[in-house]
């Protein structure tokens, strides 16, 4: 599908000729007596005053310019994108969510920054599951910023008192679930949530299947073929095959694990790497007796976990595109991009600074960026994608397999069926 692109869209694009280097620093352009307006959603960083009071006065004394930024709650900040960009209302830069940047670069309201990224020498740089989340039609769109991603959290005194390691393939984990499940028959080994579809894709990719995939313009999901099936029969069978979950996670979201993982009555769970600080908030006691582990293959490796988070795009009605760059550099790369990350419990978008926390020694963090690196995963790359999540297609399937009322086969055809109309639909 090709992106509407409004009018002038491609003379401010030819006109993108940055020389800058992956450092942060400008190229001299000067935004003397220019204002930069910026929209960052609300919420991610709770204490972000310090920070961005940095950022503003590190950007003035680069370029010139000054800063506006205004803070969107993320729960009205689609429909305001969606309402500017067909009123040419759109800030010069914004905060977008990794699912969205397609939507808005079909729609036309996103400038393409390849040449930006390239002028920098960042091109080798981005998180690819962030960097395949931000393009459309050969190009892209949304800057990397951060991500979380999602790992195998598990109670390491759990695993110690009863001599278990850490799983490495799926059968380690019905092996573990089973240890647990005799020996604590109050803890739920393995949590299974019926409405939480990001804990389910990972079986997906994991047995080699695929949620959805386009060729010629044309999407066909992969939920029903033979792979995805194995996955898929995996992790629901380890509730009811198993019996490692609970009847009432059924309708469960990750909330509901994480919650109950706070109360000490789940041994593992899929969870976020923006999680164990929870937990550890909530339960002081739960300090030092949970870790996390990268999602196993079937057979081993890692199974893909879906990287959710935010890029930086620039609208194309933006008179200032060269300084917006400087923004959305100084912001994605080095110290800031760090602090951010820090601050906020992600990652950041570049793969150079994730691979410094890999070499940590923290048992709660090492894994995630582990799995951040070299098992994150993108969602299918489709402006319509939105609306399979809005339907929840992928929850009802796994609902329906979990309360008994469909079939693997039938509930994974009624679910590929769906989503490949509404990732087809005009």
């Known amino acids: 599908m090709k992106k509407r692109v409004l009018a002038g869209a491609a003379v401010v694009a030819g006109a993108l000729l940055l020389s800058a280097c992956a450092s942060g620093q400008t190229d001299g352009a000067s935004g003397k007596g220019e204002t930069l307006n910026v929209w960052i959603m609300e919420g991610t960083n709770p204490d972000s ?33 969606v309402t500017s960009i067909a009123g ?6 914004a905060e977008t969510g990794n699912t969205w940047t397609a939507e808005f670069a079909d729609a036309g309201g996103l400038l393409p920054i390849s040449s930006y990224v390239e002028k920098s020498g960042l091109e080798k740089d981005l998180v690819e599951g962030l960097e395949k989340s931000g393009s459309y039609d050969g190009e892209l769109y949304g800057m990397p910023w951060y991500a979380g991603v999602r790992g195998l959290v598990y109670r390491a005194d759990v695993f110690s008192e009863l001599g278990i390691e850490a799983p490495k393939n799926w059968d380690e984990i019905v092996a573990a679930g089973e240890k647990i499940k005799a020996a604590k028959p109050d803890m739920i080994p393995f949590a299974v949530p019926g409405n939480a579809e990001m804990s389910a894709y990972p079986w997906v990719w994991g047995a080699g299947g695929e949620v959805a995939t386009e060729k010629n313009g044309k999407w066909t999901s992969g939920l029903d073929s033979e792979k995805s099936r194995e996955g898929l029969s995996f992790y629901t069978g380890l509730a009811t095959q198993h019996q490692f979950s609970s009847p009432g996670a059924t309708t469960w979201k990750e909330t509901d694990v994480l919650d109950n993982f706070v109360q000490g009555k789940v041994a593992m769970a899929i969870q976020g790497s923006w999680t164990p600080a929870t937990m550890i908030e909530k339960a002081p006691d739960l300090k030092g007796k949970i870790a996390a582990t990268t999602i196993p293959g079937k057979d081993g490796g890692i199974s893909p976990s879906v990287l959710g988070g935010s890029h930086l795009s620039i609208f194309n009605t933006s008179k200032k595109p060269e300084l917006a760059w400087e923004f959305v550099k100084l912001m994605t790369t080095g110290k800031f991009a760090k602090e951010w990350a820090s601050q906020s419990g992600y990652f950041p978008g570049q793969k150079s600074l994730v691979e410094e926390t890999m070499k940590s020694t923290d048992p709660l963090v090492a894994p995630f960026a582990k799995q951040f690196v070299e098992g994150g995963s993108a969602l299918p790359v489709s402006p319509k994608f939105g609306a399979v999540q809005a339907k929840q297609t992928t929850n ?18 009624t679910a590929a069926d769906e989503m490949q109309k509404l990732l087809n639909q005009k």
Not at 59 to 74: H, N, P, R, S
Not at 88 to 93: H, I, L, S
Not at 396 to 413: N, Y
């Open 88 to 93: 040419g209302t759109t800030p010069d830069v």
């Open 49 to 81: 005053d310090a920070f961005f009071s940095d950022v503003k006065s590190e950007f003035e004394k680069e370029t010139g310019a000054k800063l506006k930024i205004d803070f969107v709650q993320w729960a009205d900040a689609h429909d305001r994108f």
């Open 396 to 413: 009802a399937m796994i609902q329906s397999i979990l309360s008994g009322q469909q079939s693997v086969e039938k509930a994974s055809t």
